[in-house]
């Protein structure tokens, strides 16, 4: 069953390259597929400019899911992530 939840960037620069690589770090920790979604965008969280390629700025609303055997490991994670970070 894949887990998810959504998170509204407060950080005014949005995901730029060091958050996003520091996200990627964290994703990559995990066996799971890791998907970040803005809008009808979506991108593998393990992979850098992919990543970037979605232009997450500050106030958009992003959707992150995780599908695999560590998922709910890895939501929370990404979640407190997203809380200290982003």
């Given at each position: ?43 593998d969280a393990k992979k850098l ?23 709910t490991e890895a939501i929370q994670v990404l ?8």
């Open positions: 069953m894949m887990k998810e939840f959504e998170y509204v960037i407060k950080n005014e620069s949005g995901i730029h390259a060091r958050p996003a690589g520091l996200l990627v770090k964290q994703a990559q920790r995990f066996q799971s597929q890791v998907t970040v979604m803005r809008g009808s965008k979506n991108a400019f992919p990543l970037m390629g979605l232009c997450i700025k500050g106030g958009d609303k992003v959707k992150v899911k995780a599908n695999g055997p560590d998922e979640e407190d992530f997203f809380k200290n970070n982003l």
